[in-house]
């Protein structure tokens, strides 16, 4: 008796999450996403009557500059990418079809969200400092940067639920909820190690880590897409595959 009133409560609870959809919009949260945002163009602003000409667009793996841009693209080309960034992933929950989910790891999610638009920010501030003039060590705050933004995903990643859009996605993940959890964690820390040594990049640098360092990156990614497969394989309640019928022909 029991265990059929914790079915049918559970079925309800599920039932109920389906039609509540992703995270409701709020405006308390996107806040302070969109302030990182705004500080960004604002200090453009502030920056435009003081800045070169020409600032500085890339950099090579020496840390070399070996490309310039116009005041307007120097400036205002990552805070727009910012801008689209944030509405982007505010949005895309709406259209995922595994939408109901995210109610699930709403915060992990927003962790995310806020991790990305801080390193958009990291490296714009750095461009405004060359642009004024300043001393900007590239190969210092890039891979700090990036490190630090991987072990903020590593560590956020074992939470995202199966979904569309955010997190480990491959054919085996999405039709097989073990193999979604489990690639997740072994993929948090994968993506953790990678950030620590990403981190290192800003200390050992020679041009050999680097390459060993984006090799490992390449056979990371070829690992978790096995071993995705491999648990899918292995799982007695995976999705059938040809589960969804092709359309007839016309």
């Known amino acids: 008796m029991s265990t059929n009133h914790s079915a049918d409560h559970s079925a309800d609870h599920s039932a109920e999450?389906?039609?509540?959809?992703?995270?409701?919009?709020?405006?308390?949260?996107?806040?302070?996403?969109?302030?990182?945002?705004?500080?960004?163009?604002?200090?453009?602003?502030?920056?435009w009557p003081f800045a070169d000409d020409q600032i500085p667009m890339h950099w090579n793996a020496s840390g070399e500059i070996d490309r310039y841009g116009g005041k307007a693209e120097?400036?205002?080309?990552?805070?727009?990418?910012a801008l689209g960034i944030w509405a982007l992933l505010a949005v895309i929950p709406r259209f995922d079809p595994g939408k109901q989910n995210y109610a699930s790891f709403g915060g992990a999610y927003l962790l995310t969200r806020i991790g990305t638009l801080a390193f958009f920010a990291l490296i714009h501030a750095g461009v405004l400092a060359v642009a004024l003039g300043a001393e900007f060590d590239v190969y210092l705050v890039f891979p700090l940067g990036v490190g630090l933004l991987f072990?903020?995903?590593?560590?956020?990643?074992?939470?995202?639920?199966?979904?569309?859009?955010?997190?480990?996605?491959?054919?085996?993940?999405?039709?097989?909820?073990?193999?979604?959890?489990?690639?997740?964690?072994?993929?948090?820390?994968?993506?953790?190690?990678?950030?620590?040594?990403?981190?290192?990049?800003?200390?050992?640098?020679?041009?050999?880590?680097?390459?060993?360092?984006?090799?490992?990156l390449g056979l990371?990614?070829?690992?978790?897409?096995?071993?995705?497969?491999?648990?899918?394989?292995?799982?007695?309640?995976?999705?059938?595959?040809?589960?969804?019928?092709?359309?007839p022909e016309e």
């Not at 120097?74 to 990418?81: E, S």
């Not at 489990?182 to 990403?198: N, P, S």
């Not at 070829?222 to 092709?246: F, K, Q």
């Open 220 to 247: 990371g990614i070829l690992a978790l897409t096995a071993y995705s497969y491999r648990v899918w394989r292995d799982d007695p309640d995976r999705v059938p595959v040809g589960l969804v019928a092709p359309m």
């Open 17 to 47: 999450q389906a039609e509540r959809g992703p995270v409701a919009w709020s405006w308390r949260r996107e806040a302070p996403l969109l302030a990182v945002v705004v500080a960004m163009f604002a200090a453009s602003v502030v920056a």
């Open 151 to 216: 072990i903020l995903l590593g560590n956020v990643m074992p939470k995202f639920r199966p979904n569309y859009f955010a997190g480990i996605r491959t054919p085996w993940t999405l039709a097989s909820a073990k193999s979604w959890t489990a690639t997740h964690r072994l993929g948090g820390r994968l993506f953790m190690v990678g950030g620590v040594l990403f981190m290192a990049m800003s200390v050992i640098r020679v041009e050999w880590f680097v390459i060993a360092l984006l090799g490992g």
């Open 74 to 81: 120097g400036l205002f080309l990552l805070p727009a990418l």
